[in-house]
C-alpha cells in the first residue's frame, strides 16, 4: 500500500503507451458517468470477474505507531466482491427505496491519472483522485475525496477494472451515509 | 432591539417541567426536547457528566500504554491502560492553558504531551513534568500531584468499558442492573469472551442524539417500511414481526426489542456462515444463558443503554451516538465476535456490517436520511409546537416467568421508548442522583 509505506522503484521494462495513456482516461471518464447517472448494471460491465472494491476507514495515528492510517484487518466502508457490490447496489433498483427518491444527484471527479506497469503483463497500476459531489433534497451537500489504485487489465473486450482500493481522506465520513461508489 | 429587550427571556432549562415535555402517561412528546439548545446544554450535564458512558471494549487495550480517544457528551477524553494493567479515562485537556493533549484516536504511547508548553502526562492522567521544570521552583501553586487530568470512574462490564465524571452515581452493576441479563445475550454467550474487530467506522448525522437512541431502544416499528428495500434484496421478502413470541424489555430506560427467532437480524448480514454458527451453537448458548435466551442471540431485536450506546444482536454491531451540539451527533460503529470465532466467521461479521449497518450500508442509509429531518422539521416555530405521538401498545405490560424489567407484549411498541425518555425526564429533572426515581420495573 503505497499510501503508507515509502514508494518502491518498479524495475518493470514496459512504459504506457500515449494511446494506453488516453485510454485508460476514457474508461475512467465512462465510469465516472456511469455512477453519476446511477447505471450500476453497465458500471458493473467494467469489472472483471475477479474484481474487488476495497475503501478502508481513516484512523489518526501517531507517526511514530507501528500501525498505518489505512491497515487491511480493520473496519472498511467497502471490502467488497463484484457479487457483493451487485447486491448492494439492487436495494436501489426498489421502489421502496425511499431516501432514493427523489434521487440524489452526483458528480464523480477523476482527476491526476498515472499510469504504470503492474506486476502481471498485462495489467497496469493506475492511480488517479477521485472527489464525488452529492447533492440531496433542498440543501444537502456532501463532498468526499480519496487516491484510486485500480488494477486495469487488457483482454479481448478491451480495458477491463480488476481491482480498485481508495484511500479516502475524511476519518470521520462527513455525511450521514455513502449511497454512490468511488 | 427595543422587542429585544422587552421579549421574555426562555424559562432557563433546569426549571422546566420535563415529565409535562415527556407525557409518558398519555404518549405524547414535546418537540423542544430536539432542538432547544439550553435543553441540550442541561442534557451534557445531567445526563452524560452523570451517567455511565460507553467508552471502548477490553480488547482495545491488549497491553500496557494502548490508549483510545472518545467523548463523554462533547468533554474529550483518553482512555488509557496503565503499567498495572488498569483502565484509566481522563480529559484530553491540559491542566495548564486547556489544550488537546492527544490527537490520535488510538494507539501505544508512555505519556501524552501537551504540544504547547509540554506538559507530559501519565497512562492514569497524572503530571510526570513540564518543559523548563525548574521556572516553576519558587511557584507555590505548582503541585504536580494536584495537576493531572481530571479523572472519572471506570467501570467494566464483561469487556464493556465505561467510565462516569458523577462521583455520587452507583456502581455500573446497579446501573446496569437487571438490564445484565439481556446484555449477556451478546456477552456471554461463549466462554472465550469478545472482542472488537479492529478499528471503527465514524459518520455525522445532522439530527438528536435522541432520534437515534430510541430508534434502538424500541423502534421495531420502523423496519419493515424504512427498510423495505434492503429487506426485498437480501431476503427477497417483506420484514414480519412474530406477533405470539416478540416482546419489549426496559430497565431504567435501557431497552431491547426482541423476537425469540434465533437468526432473524443473522440473515440479514447476508453470510450463510454466521447463520449456520447459531444454528450449530444455539445448544451451546442454552447451557450459558439458558433455552429462551439462546434464542435471542442473532435474533430480530434492537437495543440501547442508557443513553448512547447501542448494539443489534445478528449482526453484532455495536455504536455510540455522541452529541457534537443539539442537531448533530457522531456515530461510531464497531463489530463485537466471540474470541473463539473462527476467523472466517469474523471477517463474515466484519465485511457484513460494513456491507449492511455502516453509512455505506444497505440498512443504515436509510436511517439516516429519517433521523436528520425528524430534527431540521423542527426550525419551524409552529411546528415545533405539535407534539409527538407515542401512543403504541399503552396497555401492553405483561408478566413474564423469566424476562426481567418492565416486559411489554409484541415488538411493535413504543413502550421502549416511553421508558426511555421517562429516565431522561428524571435525570433532567433531578439536582443530584439521589433524586433519580428507580424505574428498573416502572413503565406503562
Given at each position: 500500500?503505497?499510501?503508507?509505506?515509502?514508494?518502491?522503484?518498479?524495475?518493470?521494462?514496459?512504459?504506457?503507451?500515449?494511446?494506453?495513456?488516453?485510454?485508460?482516461?476514457?474508461?475512467?471518464?465512462?465510469?465516472?458517468?456511469?455512477?453519476?447517472?446511477?447505471?450500476?448494471?453497465?458500471?458493473?460491465?467494467?469489472?472483471?470477474?475477479?474484481?474487488?472494491?476495497?475503501?478502508?476507514?481513516?484512523?489518526?495515528?501517531?507517526?511514530?505507531?507501528?500501525?498505518?492510517?489505512?491497515?487491511?484487518?480493520?473496519?472498511?466502508?467497502?471490502?467488497?466482491?463484484?457479487?457483493?457490490?451487485?447486491?448492494?447496489?439492487?436495494?436501489?433498483?426498489?421502489?421502496?427505496?425511499?431516501?432514493?427518491?427523489?434521487?440524489?444527484?452526483?458528480?464523480?471527479?477523476?482527476?491526476?491519472?498515472?499510469?504504470?506497469?503492474?506486476?502481471?503483463?498485462?495489467?497496469?497500476?493506475?492511480?488517479?483522485?477521485?472527489?464525488?459531489?452529492?447533492?440531496?433534497?433542498?440543501?444537502?451537500?456532501?463532498?468526499?475525496?480519496?487516491?484510486?489504485?485500480?488494477?486495469?487489465?487488457?483482454?479481448?473486450?478491451?480495458?477491463?477494472?480488476?481491482?480498485?482500493?481508495?484511500?479516502?481522506?475524511?476519518?470521520?465520513?462527513?455525511?450521514?451515509?455513502?449511497?454512490?461508489?468511488? | 432591539?427595543?422587542?429585544?429587550?422587552?421579549?421574555?427571556?426562555?424559562?432557563?432549562?433546569?426549571?422546566?417541567?420535563?415529565?409535562?415535555?415527556?407525557?409518558?402517561?398519555?404518549?405524547?412528546?414535546?418537540?423542544?426536547?430536539?432542538?432547544?439548545?439550553?435543553?441540550?446544554?442541561?442534557?451534557?450535564?445531567?445526563?452524560?457528566?452523570?451517567?455511565?458512558?460507553?467508552?471502548?471494549?477490553?480488547?482495545?487495550?491488549?497491553?500496557?500504554?494502548?490508549?483510545?480517544?472518545?467523548?463523554?457528551?462533547?468533554?474529550?477524553?483518553?482512555?488509557?491502560?496503565?503499567?498495572?494493567?488498569?483502565?484509566?479515562?481522563?480529559?484530553?485537556?491540559c491542566s495548564h492553558?486547556?489544550?488537546?493533549v492527544?490527537?490520535?484516536?488510538?494507539?501505544?504511547?508512555r505519556r501524552f504531551t501537551c504540544?504547547?508548553h509540554g506538559w507530559a502526562f501519565g497512562?492514569?492522567g497524572g503530571l510526570l513534568g513540564v518543559h523548563e521544570e525548574e521556572q516553576y521552583s519558587?511557584?507555590?501553586?505548582f503541585d504536580k500531584s494536584?495537576l493531572g487530568?481530571?479523572?472519572?470512574?471506570?467501570?467494566?462490564?464483561?469487556?464493556?468499558?465505561?467510565?462516569?465524571?458523577?462521583?455520587?452515581?452507583?456502581?455500573?452493576?446497579?446501573?446496569?442492573?437487571?438490564?445484565?441479563?439481556?446484555?449477556?445475550?451478546?456477552?456471554?454467550?461463549?466462554?472465550?469472551?469478545?472482542?472488537?474487530?479492529?478499528?471503527?467506522?465514524?459518520?455525522?448525522?445532522?439530527?438528536?442524539?435522541?432520534?437515534?437512541?430510541?430508534?434502538?431502544?424500541?423502534?421495531?416499528?420502523?423496519?419493515?417500511?424504512?427498510?423495505?428495500?434492503?429487506?426485498?434484496?437480501?431476503?427477497?421478502?417483506?420484514?414480519?414481526?412474530?406477533?405470539?413470541?416478540?416482546?419489549?424489555?426496559?430497565?431504567?430506560?435501557?431497552?431491547?426489542?426482541?423476537?425469540?427467532?434465533?437468526?432473524?437480524?443473522?440473515?440479514?448480514?447476508?453470510?450463510?456462515?454466521?447463520?449456520?454458527?447459531?444454528?450449530?451453537?444455539?445448544?451451546?448458548?442454552?447451557?450459558?444463558?439458558?433455552?429462551?435466551?439462546?434464542?435471542?442471540?442473532?435474533?430480530?431485536?434492537?437495543?440501547?443503554?442508557?443513553?448512547?450506546?447501542?448494539?443489534?444482536?445478528?449482526?453484532?454491531?455495536?455504536?455510540?451516538?455522541?452529541?457534537?451540539?443539539?442537531?448533530?451527533?457522531?456515530?461510531?460503529?464497531?463489530?463485537?465476535?466471540?474470541?473463539?470465532?473462527?476467523?472466517?466467521?469474523?471477517?463474515?461479521?466484519?465485511?457484513?456490517?460494513?456491507?449492511?449497518?455502516?453509512?455505506?450500508?444497505?440498512?443504515?442509509?436509510?436511517?439516516?436520511?429519517?433521523?436528520?429531518?425528524?430534527?431540521?422539521?423542527?426550525?419551524?416555530?409552529?411546528?415545533?409546537?405539535?407534539?409527538?405521538?407515542?401512543?403504541?401498545?399503552?396497555?401492553?405490560?405483561?408478566?413474564?416467568?423469566?424476562?426481567?424489567?418492565?416486559?411489554?407484549?409484541?415488538?411493535?411498541?413504543?413502550?421502549?421508548?416511553?421508558?426511555?425518555?421517562?429516565?431522561?425526564?428524571?435525570?433532567?429533572?433531578?439536582?443530584?442522583?439521589?433524586?433519580?426515581?428507580?424505574?428498573?420495573?416502572?413503565?406503562?
Amino acid at each position: 500500500m503505497s499510501v503508507n509505506a515509502v514508494e518502491q522503484a518498479v524495475a518493470a521494462p514496459r512504459r504506457a503507451s500515449l494511446q494506453l495513456v488516453h485510454d485508460v482516461q476514457q474508461l475512467l471518464y465512462r465510469e465516472a458517468r456511469l455512477l453519476d447517472e446511477q447505471r450500476y448494471d453497465d458500471w458493473f460491465e467494467l469489472m472483471e470477474d475477479d474484481f474487488r472494491l476495497w475503501i478502508p476507514v481513516p484512523q489518526s495515528r501517531y507517526r511514530r505507531d507501528g500501525q498505518g492510517i489505512y491497515e487491511p484487518r480493520r473496519m472498511a466502508h467497502f471490502d467488497d466482491s463484484l457479487s457483493e457490490l451487485k447486491l448492494r447496489a439492487s436495494r436501489w433498483k426498489e421502489t421502496t427505496a425511499w431516501s432514493e427518491d427523489p434521487p440524489t444527484r452526483h458528480v464523480h471527479y477523476v482527476t491526476n491519472i498515472e499510469v504504470e506497469p503492474a506486476e502481471a503483463a498485462a495489467e497496469w497500476l493506475v492511480h488517479s483522485v477521485v472527489i464525488s459531489l452529492r447533492n440531496r433534497n433542498e440543501d444537502e451537500e456532501n463532498w468526499l475525496g480519496g487516491r484510486r489504485e485500480d488494477v486495469i487489465r487488457e483482454t479481448a473486450a478491451g480495458l477491463k477494472l480488476a481491482g480498485r482500493k481508495v484511500f479516502v481522506t475524511q476519518s470521520v465520513l462527513m455525511a450521514k451515509n455513502f449511497n454512490t461508489f468511488l | 432591539m427595543a422587542d429585544i429587550l422587552q421579549a421574555k427571556p426562555a424559562p432557563p432549562a433546569a426549571t422546566l417541567d420535563y415529565h409535562r415535555l415527556v407525557d409518558v402517561e398519555n404518549g405524547w412528546i414535546d418537540r423542544r426536547i430536539f432542538w432547544d439548545e439550553g435543553i441540550y446544554q442541561l442534557e451534557l450535564e445531567r445526563i452524560f457528566a452523570r451517567c455511565w458512558v460507553f467508552v471502548g471494549h477490553e480488547s482495545q487495550f491488549a497491553a500496557p500504554g494502548d490508549f483510545v480517544t472518545t467523548y463523554i457528551g462533547q468533554d474529550a477524553v483518553i482512555a488509557a491502560k496503565d503499567r498495572q494493567g488498569a483502565i484509566n479515562v481522563f480529559l484530553n485537556s491540559c491542566s495548564h492553558r486547556g489544550n488537546r493533549v492527544c490527537f490520535a484516536e488510538a494507539g501505544n504511547t508512555r505519556r501524552f504531551t501537551c504540544n504547547f508548553h509540554g506538559w507530559a502526562f501519565g497512562l492514569d492522567g497524572g503530571l510526570l513534568g513540564v518543559h523548563e521544570e525548574e521556572q516553576y521552583s519558587a511557584c507555590a501553586t505548582f503541585d504536580k500531584s494536584k495537576l493531572g487530568l481530571h479523572r472519572a470512574r471506570v467501570g467494566i462490564y464483561k469487556g464493556l468499558v465505561f467510565a462516569t465524571f458523577d462521583a455520587e452515581a452507583p456502581s455500573l452493576d446497579e446501573y446496569l442492573g437487571d438490564y445484565r441479563y439481556y446484555l449477556d445475550v451478546l456477552l456471554d454467550n461463549d466462554a472465550s469472551g469478545t472482542e472488537f474487530i479492529e478499528g471503527n467506522v465514524k459518520s455525522r448525522l445532522g439530527c438528536n442524539w435522541k432520534f437515534a437512541a430510541e430508534n434502538f431502544v424500541g423502534d421495531a416499528y420502523h423496519a419493515g417500511w424504512t427498510h423495505a428495500s434492503a429487506a426485498a434484496a437480501i431476503f427477497k421478502k417483506d420484514v414480519k414481526v412474530n406477533i405470539e413470541r416478540s416482546y419489549q424489555a426496559n430497565v431504567n430506560g435501557h431497552g431491547t426489542e426482541f423476537g425469540l427467532d434465533l437468526i432473524g437480524n443473522a440473515m440479514g448480514l447476508a453470510e450463510p456462515e454466521v447463520v449456520e454458527y447459531l444454528k450449530e451453537n444455539e445448544a451451546r448458548f442454552a447451557e450459558r444463558l439458558g433455552k429462551l435466551r439462546s434464542r435471542m442471540v442473532g435474533a430480530m431485536s434492537s437495543s440501547n443503554v442508557f443513553p448512547n450506546l447501542a448494539y443489534l444482536t445478528g449482526f453484532n454491531t455495536w455504536r455510540t451516538w455522541t452529541p457534537k451540539g443539539p442537531h448533530e451527533i457522531e456515530l461510531h460503529t464497531w463489530v463485537l465476535v466471540n474470541k473463539d470465532m473462527p476467523e472466517r466467521l469474523k471477517e463474515a461479521y466484519r465485511r457484513g456490517v460494513s456491507r449492511t449497518f455502516s453509512p455505506t450500508g444497505m440498512f443504515e442509509s436509510d436511517d439516516g436520511e429519517n433521523w436528520e429531518h425528524c430534527t431540521r422539521s423542527n426550525a419551524g416555530v409552529v411546528t415545533r409546537r405539535q407534539k409527538l405521538h407515542y401512543g403504541l401498545g399503552m396497555d401492553s405490560r405483561m408478566e413474564h416467568e423469566e424476562f426481567p424489567g418492565a416486559v411489554h407484549r409484541v415488538q411493535l411498541n413504543d413502550a421502549n421508548q416511553r421508558a426511555f425518555y421517562r429516565r431522561w425526564a428524571d435525570l433532567m429533572s433531578a439536582a443530584s442522583w439521589a433524586d433519580v426515581s428507580d424505574r428498573s420495573g416502572a413503565t406503562r
